[in-house]
């Protein structure tokens, strides 16, 4: 089932922040932008994607992997 494209236009613009504030985002292991990621989690089919943060020395966000955790 496909969501609809409205839904993902949150997750896009969260990640645009992300990435204005120098965050690397990645999708499967592989550097991707916020388009593609809200891409591939709208049209997740027999799963969705499971985010990983992890932080710099300082504590702060450096980098989010988007992972694929398929259904069960």
Do not use: H, N, W
Not at 25 to 31: A, C, F, K, Q, S
């Amino acid at each position: 089932m496909k969501r609809k494209k409205k839904s993902c236009k949150p997750l896009k613009q969260e990640l645009e922040l992300y990435r204005e504030k120098g965050i690397s985002l990645y999708l499967d292991g592989e550097p991707s932008t916020p388009k593609t990621i809200a891409k591939a989690c709208q049209f997740a089919d027999g799963g969705g994607y499971m985010r990983d943060y992890t932080e710099d020395e300082k504590g702060l966000i450096a980098r989010v992997d988007f992972d694929f955790i398929g259904a069960t």
